[in-house]
Each structure stands twice: as structure tokens, then as C-alpha cells.
């Protein structure tokens, strides 16, 4: 565990009277909040809630120099020299189009992506396909984990203009040889975007070193607030993309008629900011930092071996991705025969209250085109233990044996409204 007793840091983890332990596997969708990035959520609102960069009084400067703050604190989180090079979104969704939409392609570009990227990597470049004529490139991936560094290049040597790929993914968690895939792609003149969603949370990532042009991800998958995010960029890169928004604070200037933008990165930051959820954030970073990412890893590493032994004598149990739970750390997810995924989902919770993610994890097309309609993904993350991994094992066990010769179907849980007829991505 990366520190004893931190999961009581975790307050959606607290015993309750009436409540069950809850055991949570869900962290790939979204991970849980520490009290210190409460405390300064609370804090913001209660000692200075200022906007930044407009107002003069006490509360605005204190936002303001927190929130600058906050920026050099996730520079040095990934290992950035500048801290301009970082941009406050929503969510890696909105950093990733800030990239598609701001590099103004068009007829004659082509992007690269793989056959297993989270449809926030996918959908934009299709409708950058219809609308702008850009083209994209599938490059499709075997189901192992391994990947195939000549095919990828030979790729790209077609014309690529811009690489966009998952550094850890959100289906199997396997993470892709992101250093060899960036010199090679630069060798060939083409930019790399990495989707870092599922790897900044558990793996220090260095981007000087990786040298890629561009890197999302989402706050609220790495302990901290719901809508948050960043998109870094190498130095130089932000001034090659357009605002995706623009208005209050992108412009030093303007006249009825003309308006001159603001440097990056405050030129891609439209608007009244989310100062709680950036500087919840910034708490955020500094307890994965305190954490220590390389413990987090083999922490994870460990409960997923756990998890991934304990189930593997049961024959219909199949996990996705590659065998060797050390190459897909952070998650495990897996397919049982004869059992519905989103089933499988709800009699866990109701039944052993483990929290996991069912369903086709926002890439549809892996499972479309194999005729799925889904599996189970266990994610593991630092205020996890071996109570988690017990209580997922003894569910699936149960559920096995309930299903046993009984056709496809686990038997009914009571169903909570919640869950009753919601579309699940
Ligand atoms: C690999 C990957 N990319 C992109 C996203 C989208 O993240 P968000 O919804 O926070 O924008 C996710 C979310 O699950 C993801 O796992």
C-alpha cells in the first residue's frame, strides 16, 4: 500500500452506519477524492472565493497566484520545464479537440489512431473527416498487448500528419511503447498526441524525455475533481494551435472590430475558470506526488496479480488483453461466459458491494466489431487493498457457480432504479 491507513483519507470509503464496505474498482471511469483535495476545494470558496486575473482586491490575488501555482505544480507532476506549456480543460476530452480542432487541419492531413482508442480520441477526427477532409488511418492492434513498431512506422511513412494515441488503455490497460512510438513518428514528420488519461494517474510520466508534442488527461481520474483536466504541450507546440473558445480572458485587447489574443496558454482559457477544481486538482497532484507514482504502479501491479491468479483455475473466466497482469497494472477486465457484463455489474454491487465498470468502456467499435457487447473491468488504484481484490473474487466465484449449466444469465438482483434503463457507454 503506498502509505498504511490511506484509505481513510478517502471518505466515500468510511464505514457508515448501515452501509456495507464498499469496495471500490471503478477508478479507470473515475477515481475517489482525498480530504486535502476537499479541504481545498472548501477552502477556495470559503477564504477566497476571487476570480483570477480581473479583480484587484485580496481574493482575486490569491486565486491568482494559487491558480499559476497550480500550473507549476502539474509542469513539474509531468516533468515539463514550463510551466506555460500547461492548459486548464474540462476533461481530456476537451484537451484532445483543443488539439484536433486548434491544428486547423484539412484536406491532405491524415491523423493515425489505433483500433482501440476511448471514443474521445476517435469521434473528432471523424467529424474533422466529414467536415475538413482529413483522413484517418486505423492501425489495428493484436489482442496480446504486443505492438508492432515496423507496422506503426510504415504508417506513418505514408503521410501521417499527426499520431494520436492511448499511452495506457482504458479497455485492457495495456500501455503502448510511447517513447519509440514518438521518435519514430517525429522521424517522419508527423506530431504525436497522447491520450494520458489512464496513465498519468499511475505512472510518473517525464515529457521533456518523451518529447511528445501533446498530452491529455483528466483530473478527475488522478484524485481530483470531477470536470477537470489538462492538455500539455512541448515548448512551442501551443503556439501552433487556434482557441477553441474565445471571449473574457484570451485577449490582451480589443476594439469594436479587431482583438489581439493573450500568449498560451491563457489564450485557450476562455472565460471564468473552474479555480476549485483547478486548485483541487493541484492537491490532488501533490498527494499522487507525496504517494509516490512508482509505488502506485507496483501497488497496483501487486493487487492485480492477486485478482488476476486468484480467478484464473475458474474456466470461464477470461481476462482481456495481455496474460501477464504486470503488462495491464492498473486494470483487469475480463469476460465470463454466459454472463452479461452489465449482470455481472450489478450483482457485484448488490451483492458484495464491489464497484466495478461494465459495458463496452466507451469503445464501442473494439466490441462491435467482435461481435461483444461488453465485459467486466476491475481498475485498481492506491487506496485499494487485498480486501477489494478478495471481496471481487469471492463475487465472480459466487456468480459462477450461481450460473452454472443455467444458460446465459446470472440470477436476478433486485435491479436499483438508478441503474434501470439508463443508456451505459
Ligand atoms: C483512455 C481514455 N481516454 C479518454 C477518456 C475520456 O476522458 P474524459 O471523459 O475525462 O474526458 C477516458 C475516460 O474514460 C479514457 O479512459
Redesign the pocket.
Known amino acids: 500500500m503506498p502509505r498504511a491507513g490511506c484509505r481513510a483519507d478517502f471518505p466515500a470509503l468510511a464505514r457508515r452506519p448501515g452501509r456495507p464496505m464498499i469496495h471500490y474498482l471503478d477508478s479507470?471511469?473515475m477515481s475517489l477524492v482525498p480530504r486535502p483535495v476537499l479541504r481545498a476545494m472548501e477552502e477556495y470558496y470559503r477564504d477566497f472565493p476571487g476570480c483570477a486575473g480581473r479583480s484587484l482586491h485580496r481574493f482575486s490575488e490569491e486565486v491568482s497566484h494559487r491558480f499559476e501555482a497550480a500550473r507549476e505544480g502539474f509542469a513539474r507532476f509531468l516533468g515539463t520545464r514550463d510551466a506555460a506549456s500547461i492548459v486548464f480543460v474540462r476533461?481530456?476530452?476537451?484537451a484532445i479537440n483543443l488539439v484536433g480542432r486548434g491544428l486547423s487541419l484539412g484536406r491532405g492531413d491524415r491523423v493515425l489512431v489505433s483500433d482501440q482508442e476511448?471514443n474521445?480520441?476517435l469521434v473528432l477526427w471523424q467529424r474533422l473527416g466529414t467536415e475538413r477532409g482529413v483522413g484517418l488511418d486505423v492501425l489495428p492492434l493484436p489482442e496480446d498487448g504486443s505492438f508492432d513498431l515496423e507496422a506503426f512506422e510504415e504508417r506513418v511513412a505514408r503521410g501521417v500528419t499527426l499520431v494520436s494515441l492511448?499511452h495506457t488503455?482504458?479497455l485492457d490497460g495495456r500501455s503502448l511503447p510511447v517513447a519509440e512510438i514518438v521518435e519514430r513518428a517525429h522521424a517522419h514528420g508527423a506530431r504525436v498526441l497522447l491520450?494520458g488519461?489512464?496513465a498519468a494517474p499511475h505512472v510518473p510520466i517525464d515529457l521533456a524525455r518523451l518529447g511528445a508534442d501533446f498530452y491529455a488527461l483528466?483530473g478527475?481520474?488522478m484524485l481530483g475533481p470531477t470536470g477537470t483536466?489538462v492538455l500539455a504541450a512541448a515548448p512551442g507546440a501551443l503556439d501552433t494551435l487556434e482557441p477553441l473558445l474565445v471571449g473574457g480572458e484570451t485577449v490582451e485587447w480589443t476594439t469594436l472590430t479587431e482583438h489581439a489574443l493573450r500568449p498560451p496558454p491563457h489564450r485557450f482559457e476562455a472565460g471564468l475558470q473552474n479555480y476549485a477544481g483547478v486548485l483541487g486538482s493541484h492537491a490532488a497532484v501533490r498527494y499522487l506526488e507525496a504517494a509516490g507514482r512508482d509505488t502506485i504502479a507496483d501497488h497496483d501491479r501487486r493487487l492485480n496479480a492477486r485478482a488476476t491468479a486468484a480467478l484464473a483455475g475458474e474456466d470461464r473466466f477470461h481476462p482481456l488483453g495481455p496474460a501477464d497482469p504486470a503488462d495491464r497494472p492498473s486494470i483487469l477486465a475480463f469476460a465470463l461466459d454466459g454472463v452479461d457484463s452489465h449482470d455481472a455489474a450489478l450483482f457485484l454491487d448488490a451483492g458484495h458491494s464491489v464497484l466495478v465498470r461494465s459495458g463496452r468502456h466507451?469503445v464501442h467499435s473494439w466490441y462491435d466489431r467482435r461481435g461483444l457487447t461488453g465485459n467486466v473491468r476491475a481498475s485498481f488504484y492506491l487506496y485499494n487493498d487485498g480486501t477489494d481484490v478478495d471481496a471481487l473474487v469471492r463475487g465472480v466465484r459466487e456468480l459462477l457457480r450461481r450460473t452454472e449449466g443455467k444458460g446465459p444469465r446470472p440470477p436476478k438482483v433486485a435491479p436499483r432504479p438508478r441503474a434501470v434503463g439508463r443508456r451505459r457507454r
Open positions: 479507470a471511469c476533461n481530456a476530452t476537451e476511448h474521445s480520441n492511448f488503455s482504458n491520450d488519461c489512464q483528466s478527475h481520474k483536466g466507451c
